[in-house]
């Protein structure tokens, strides 16, 4: 068996971070604009990435579930094991909760999701302003949680890498991988 993943997954992985990176920051920046077209013109390209994100992610746990990861580095205890499938379980949630309850909040406030101003989305929500309130806090709320997540696991990547000196991080880096596909 591989000790990297697949050159699918790894692309699949760094695509999927660089678009949550761009989402978290465009979506705290136009948070606090004031009501514009440029302000409307940035939450239609959020959404549009959100949708994006919740397809990739759909695919991605496809490819992992047919696909079987590298196993973890001999040095982890099984107790680490089991924290490091937690704080991946807890990502691919979040990847999967945040732009459902982005899509939720649109529905909810009247703000029919149109991906990429072609496909109108159906409202998952009949129009109600005080669910669309909610939604929004729970919606900035996973967003704080998967930052929080997404910062222990580089922190954990760096750790293994600059610390126990083992091959966490470089199995996941785009210039190496023992699969084409």
């Known amino acids: 068996m591989s000790t990297h993943y697949t050159a ?19 979506g705290f920046y136009m948070s606090d604009l004031p009501l514009s077209p440029e302000k409307l013109q940035f939450y239609s390209w959020h959404k549009w990435a959100g949708v994006t994100v919740f397809l990739l992610v759909w695919l ?5 579930v047919t696909h079987r990861p590298p196993a973890f580095a001999a040095s982890l205890s099984a107790k680490q094991q089991a924290l490091a499938h937690l704080g991946h379980l807890a990502l691919y949630l979040l990847m999967v909760a945040i732009p459902l309850s982005g899509w939720l909040m649109s529905s909810a406030k009247g703000v029919q999701t149109v991906w990429f101003g072609v496909l109108p989305l159906p409202d998952l929500l009949g129009r109600d302003k005080a669910l669309g309130a909610q939604l929004a806090d729970l919606h900035s709320a996973l967003n704080i949680g998967l930052l929080v997540l997404i910062g222990g696991h580089a922190a954990m990547a760096l750790l293994h890498h600059l610390v126990h000196k083992d091959d966490t991080l470089r199995r996941m880096l785009p210039a190496r991988s023992d699969s084409t596909t």
């Open 60 to 64: 991605r746990l496809f490819w992992r």
């Open 8 to 26: 699918t997954a790894k692309s699949l992985h760094w695509l999927m971070a660089l678009l949550i990176f761009g989402l978290l920051a465009l």
